[in-house]
């Protein structure tokens, strides 16, 4: 969002980084950024008391991508940022393998110590997934970190109308000073989901684990790369599937937030409109940004992706997404575009900022992180 942005910073030059109350301690605040990592998701989340949570940290591009990284943008380097001199981190959630949710996870397990991971369990043969998985290995061996591997519970029930002990062990929580983690759900059986799809990143998205963050009655669920199509021929096109059919179905008020890490980047394959219903989020950030330029591009978020939170109730200027004014071609949502040509979002520069208070009576305050774009700057004119 260049272009955008240079405008927009003569403007708001001297807007402050925070939600602008001096009355509110900051370190009694939740706050969490959704890092502007390119085509990928990282959030980092620190709690009152000193407590800090990573959910995923992949890409700022990838590997082979020709796209040129600036090194202040990498997600060492934001990370860095973030933590200042704490040196560890109490929880660490990897929602499912795949290298834009975890090619950064090697260098961070081998620079932070890391107290407690929850994950899939389904390891890859590639060097993200790997070098995560031995890193991970060795510190539980060390005694230093807990390793909640999903792969640890059967998924088999012995009676069909039982559930079996992974789903009895959905809704666990974890609790940080007065911040509470939530379980919601996550897989690692790749073949849960194989009446519904063939291609294996769809089923490596559906084993996506999915948590919520509550502190003070105020809420954000972190959906990972969850999917949830309708079926645009089904007569029951308001029914969703996989992942998000069964947290509809099953999950009842784990669920309901405030704000929406929405799944899978925000494309047109997630977000179905049973889930946005049931989940019935006041504020929905998009983690995208611009997959490489010589391959074809993944166009999230998708607009009617945005289109169905935007008809379920959302206010748009509650939508967030990490690459606004990227322009990859429809079917991208283009909400912020602004021009017809095609253009490229760097990452590092829209991070979007939740802040959750101690005054259980107030609202979430979400914001892009460098406050330099106002979302009430936004077209007057926008429809979808
Ligand atoms: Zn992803
Ligand atoms: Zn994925």
């Not at 405030?258 to 179905?272: E, F, N, T, W």
């Not at 912020?336 to 991070?351: A, F, K, L, M, N």
């Not at 802040?355 to 979400?366: C, G, S």
């Amino acid at each position: 969002m260049r272009k955008v942005t240079l405008f927009l910073l003569l403007l708001f030059a001297l807007s402050v980084n925070s939600f602008g109350d001096n009355s509110v301690n900051y370190d009694d605040c939740v706050h969490v950024r959704v890092l502007d990592c390119g085509q990928g998701l990282c959030c980092l989340v620190k709690m009152p008391g000193d407590y800090y949570m990573v959910y995923d940290a992949g890409t700022c591009g990838f590997e082979e991508d020709d796209q040129g990284h600036d090194g202040n943008h990498e997600i060492r380097t934001q990370l860095a940022d973030w933590m200042g001199d704490e040196t560890e981190i109490d929880l660490l959630v990897i929602s499912h393998a795949h290298q834009d949710h975890m090619n950064r996870l090697p260098e961070i397990l081998g620079n932070y110590s890391v107290k407690r991971v929850i994950r899939t369990g389904v390891v890859r043969s590639v060097w993200w997934s790997s070098n995560t998985n031995e890193a991970i290995n060795a510190m539980e061996t060390a005694g230093t970190l807990e390793d909640i591997n999903l792969a640890d519970f059967s998924d088999i029930r012995d009676n069909p109308d039982e559930p079996s002990d992974l789903e009895n062990y959905f809704g666990q929580e974890f609790t940080y000073g007065d911040s509470t983690i939530t379980l919601v759900c996550g897989w690692n059986d790749m073949s849960k989901f194989s009446d519904v799809y063939t291609s294996s990143g769809d089923l490596y998205n559906s084993t996506s684990i999915v948590i919520r963050l509550d502190y003070h009655d105020r809420s954000i669920l972190f959906a990972g790369d969850t999917n949830g199509y309708e079926e645009p021929d089904d007569p029951d096109a308001l029914d969703c599937i996989t992942s998000e059919k069964y947290m509809y179905k099953n999950s009842g008020g784990l669920i309901g937030c405030d704000v929406l890490i929405a799944g899978h980047h925000g494309s047109g394959g997630s977000s179905s409109r049973n889930f946005i219903d049931a989940v019935s989020p006041k504020y929905v950030v998009f983690s995208a940004g611009h997959y490489g330029i010589a391959r074809s591009n993944y166009h999230h978020p998708n607009w009617q992706a945005a289109r169905r939170f935007y008809e379920s109730g959302v206010d748009i200027n509650n939508i967030f997404r990490t690459d606004f004014g990227d322009n990859e071609g429809s079917p991208e949502w283009f909400y912020g575009r602004i021009s017809d040509e095609i253009e490229v979002d760097p990452p590092g520069d829209d991070g979007v900022d939740i802040w959750l208070f101690p005054d259980r009576e107030r609202d979430p305050y979400v914001c892009w992180e460098r406050n330099d774009i106002d979302p009430h700057l936004r077209p007057d004119d926008f429809e979808f």
